[in-house]
């Protein structure tokens, strides 16, 4: 029987941590599914993840760009989510040969989803640690805490110094952690950059932050030929790009009345006369699975 532990993110590592305090003579083996995609914060973390841990962290996947260009350049979305699948999940599976294993997943007791599907592959048993011992996001954030191995966050300093300026104090000492984290944040979490999940206030930090990669993502929206694809729908890379001042504009806004309303303070702000939930729901975190920043 073989015992491992994917790691991805915050809510996977704590389950490693947890893992190793509550059964520390298990042989664990610990994986990561890259996809050749990733920013170069998630590979320090990485590294001082396998000091903590003692043990190599072992990498298993595909590189997405290959299979993209494999696929003609369609790219992968909400209802053809093979870049996952393809780069991650199948070669995991393959890794994994056949033989008995006990995955541990990353689900906290505070989520209501669902772990890996085994009915094509009966010899990997789930367990989920944090959700057998009631673990919440804010328990999660004190274990990895108590190791010193926070994720990237992604801190966008520029919002966060606008957002300072427009409600004339520093709105840190008012948020707990996960809500700095996410309401500053860049990125919403730790997976490739290619990914059609993301929010649009996180593609103008890429346009900021890595234009060369912003780049790269918009002539792959070019290559579709007769056809267009483009990473979100009806919002192709260039009409990010045009607009970019605006959509950082409204996450700050958004990001500011959500603070002034949780400290009772009056504020008109009016961004725009667009009502987008992808700007409004200031804590939203998409993730694409258990193997992709979790």
Known sequence: MRFIIPISGKDSLATAILQ?????????EY???PTGSE?????K???????YLGKKIVHVGENLEAIIEMYNYFLPNQKARYCTRKSKIEPFVKWINGEECTVYY????DENRAGFNNTTSPNIHSKMPLLEKGIDLKGVYLIINSKGLKPPVFFWESVYKEVCRILNFDVKILLTEYEFD???AGRSRANCF???????????WMLETYPMLFDKMEWYESQGGEYEYTWKRDYPMRKIRENAERIK???IYSISKYIAKKVQLDLFVNPSDEDDEEFYDVLSVKSCGLFCGK
């Open 20 to 28: 190793k305090e509550l059964e520390p003579d298990l042989p664990y």
């Open 31 to 33: 994986v990561f599914n």
């Open 39 to 43: 920013l170069p914060e998630v590979f």
């Open 45 to 51: 973390w990485m590294q001082n993840v396998e000091k």
């Open 106 to 109: 990353g689900i906290r007791a």
């Open 182 to 184: 996410i309401l500053f």
């Open 194 to 204: 290619i990914c059609f999940n993301q929010i649009l206030y996180e593609l103008v």
């Open 249 to 251: 504009t409204k996450r």
